[in-house]
């Protein structure tokens, strides 16, 4: 509750009461020798108490203690406590993960992101080096007893896993972590999966397209992913007043990929030759509420700019509102003109050496949290590895031998 308001008398004349006690002072110490206090040493940090300033130890302790915060509450999907210590892409792919665990039609899809059962979390930060903004890339890696969604692996699983949880697998570790912000505001805003040559930044992305509408229903995608099982996925959210008038879960999606000298995002396209159909998991709108639906084209990696349309039909067109002028043709389908996925800049794979993670110097984080029911999920069959260019080669650059180890629980 705000404080009551003071009046304005009051305030002003306690100001000048302070300005009469202090001056003695000031006339004293214009007359000494003494060089004034630096004002670097005053200035606040962002997220600070006023008047204090962040060592680099203070800083160091803050980016582990979020680094845990963030992926325990990943593991368990405790979502918004995540997104508390999370910002940008580390913040999508929590979005991603809370959208697909809603849809009740992918749940036996493998595309949902399962609770894990005790995660371990152990993170070695060393060092922070500070970058373009108020940002910081961190020297070192956080071990984790599980492999966090909602990336595949590169390697072929197994799909029989009727479990609500994940069962505990060799150890992942997560590299390339940057933070933003100072202090108390200290969030995760990118990392990447070492076995992976792409950061979490160029795997998701956020997607903001007009509201279109059709048979009382109206939509919009609001994110991109594409991941290491070759797909690539779209979230669509979807609300009606009259649920009676359409179930979009019999719907057909397709994707029209632009051709090289379409401006990004800027035009929605005409079925041709090179439209694909895809998978969509949707269930039945309630009146009033928003419904997130999920596109999946499988093999589509790694994704370019192009028109996403949803048919009722069964058959896409081009007899909408977006070929005529508006009014005079009847919508016959929902399409967004979406724009393409961040440049992909492969890193070097495998950088940390299993011999930094001897189980003599390994201390962890444990947190045991009954799983949520609703995201049983099969486990993904990844047999298809998109392709990767010779920089991301396999390195096993080695890692200081220093282990620090975090118990903060997420808050």
């Not at 000494?32 to 204090?52: I, K, L, N, R, Y």
């Not at 060393?126 to 070192?140: I, K, Q, R």
């Not at 990392?191 to 009382?216: C, K």
Request: aromatic share 6%.
């Amino acid at each position: 509750m705000n404080p009551p308001a003071r009046s304005r008398h009051l305030i002003r004349s306690t100001a000048v009461l302070a300005a009469i006690g202090l001056a003695p002072l000031l006339i004293s110490c214009s007359s000494s020798d003494s060089p004034p206090e630096s004002a670097a040493s005053t200035v606040p940090a962002t997220g600070t108490t006023p008047g204090t300033t962040v060592s680099d130890q203070e800083r160091l302790a803050a980016a582990k203690t979020v680094a845990v915060a963030y992926f325990q509450a990943q593991a368990i999907n405790d979502y918004d406590r995540a997104r508390d210590r999370s910002s940008g892409s580390a913040s999508l792919a929590i979005d991603w993960a809370e959208g697909v665990n809603s849809i009740d039609a992918a749940q036996d899809s493998g595309y949902q992101v399962p609770s894990v059962d005790s995660p371990n979390v152990r993170v070695q930060i060393d060092d922070l080096t500070p970058t373009d903004g108020d940002a910081w890339t961190a020297d070192g890696f956080v071990e984790l007893s599980f492999r966090p969604g909602p990336v595949a692996t590169t390697t072929t699983v197994a799909a029989e896993n009727t479990d609500t949880t994940v069962e505990t697998s060799p150890s992942t570790f997560i590299v390339d972590l940057t933070f933003e912000g100072d202090g108390d505001a200290m969030r995760l805003v990118d990392y990447r999966l070492d076995d992976l040559p792409y950061p979490v930044s160029q795997l998701f992305m956020a997607i903001d397209t007009p509201t279109e509408e059709i048979d009382d229903v109206k939509g919009h995608t609001s994110l991109g992913h594409r991941d290491f099982d070759g797909s690539v996925q779209y979230l669509v959210e979807l609300e009606t007043d009259d649920p009676s008038s359409s179930d979009p879960s019999t719907w057909v999606p397709s994707f029209t990929p632009a051709p090289e000298d379409t401006p990004p995002g800027t035009a929605l396209l005409p079925v041709g030759p090179d439209t694909v159909d895809g998978e969509l998991y949707a269930d039945e709108l309630t009146e009033g509420a928003t419904t997130s639906a999920l596109v999946v084209f499988p093999g589509a990696f790694p994704g370019t700019a192009g028109t996403l349309t949803l048919s009722p039909t069964g058959v896409a067109v081009a007899t909408s509102s977006t070929t005529a002028p508006s009014g005079t043709v009847p919508t016959t389908e929902l399409r967004w003109a979406l724009p393409p996925f961040p440049e992909l800049t492969p890193r070097p794979v495998n950088t940390v050496e299993p011999t930094t993670t001897s189980s003599s110097t390994t201390s962890s984080t444990t947190t045991t949290t009954e799983p949520d029911a609703s995201t049983t999920s099969t486990s993904r069959v990844t047999s298809v590895v998109p392709p990767v260019t010779e920089s991301s080669t396999t390195t096993s650059s080695s890692t200081t031998s220093s282990t620090t180890t975090s118990t903060t629980r997420p808050s």
